[in-house]
């Protein structure tokens, strides 16, 4: 069974502020992908990656596969109040992804 | 365009009692999955319908069963419902062999709760 971890689980942190989260496995994926949710939404693609060592930019968030497609990170820098949100990764398996448990951001002004 | 609809929003049921929830899957799209994600975890894969057939089941009991109509539209039926199957449902659509480009939607999901 595929698993991916994420950490930290929860993150309070000030306007301004730069962070990163972490997705990690024992297991080879073919792509990973990162989503945003908000409370009463369904999840929100961000990015996907697919190379190991790709790094994706979206306006301030990088993204990060790791060289052997086990692992990702997620930076956001100057984190604003509208980052906030449940962060999911999700590794492929098959024709759909397995879901990490989430890291839950909140941004305060 | 209209993207991923999902009926009902919420609902509440009690122990023993069947419910079934509905997908329509975003325009051009042809695949249906759903994932179940319960209060503070990430979501969990229950089936994927393309074609009418069910293409790959999580690991989950009998007793969640679906179906996908020829427009593509979908509905996931869970039968004897327990307590544990209180969760919000998602439902996510794509093009069959082309979810590693990042086209998967999902819907706002139905909120079940089991009394």
């Known amino acids: 069974t595929q698993l991916l971890e994420q950490s930290p689980q929860f993150l309070s942190i000030q306007e301004g502020e730069n962070l990163t989260v972490y997705c990690n496995s024992s297991s080879v994926f073919s792509s990973l992908q990162w989503y945003r949710q908000e409370p009463g939404e369904g999840p929100v693609l961000l990015v996907t990656v697919v190379t190991g060592g790709e790094v994706k930019k979206l306006k301030r968030l990088t993204f990060q596969f790791g060289d052997a497609r086990k692992d990702s990170s997620l930076h956001i820098t100057a984190a604003q109040p509208g980052d906030t949100g449940l962060y999911l990764c999700a590794g492929a398996n098959g024709q759909n992804f397995v879901f990490g448990p989430g890291t839950r951001l909140s941004v305060l002004p | 365009d209209a993207g991923v609809t999902q009926s009902p929003t919420h609902l509440i049921k009690t122990r023993g009692q069947q419910v079934t929830l509905r997908c329509s899957p975003k325009s051009g799209h042809d695949t249906v999955s759903w994932y179940q994600q319960a209060l503070g975890q990430g979501p969990q894969f229950i089936f994927q319908y393309y074609e009418e057939e069910e293409r790959q089941r999580g690991n989950f009991p009998d007793r969640f069963s679906g179906h996908q109509f020829p427009n593509y539209s979908s509905e996931l039926n869970v039968n004897a419902l327990l307590l544990g199957d209180s969760a919000l449902y998602l439902c996510?659509?794509?093009?069959?062999?082309?979810?590693?480009?990042?086209?998967?939607?999902f819907g706002e999901g139905s909120r079940l709760t089991v009394l």
């Open positions: 996510a659509s794509s093009l069959y062999g082309r979810v590693y480009t990042g086209e998967l939607f």
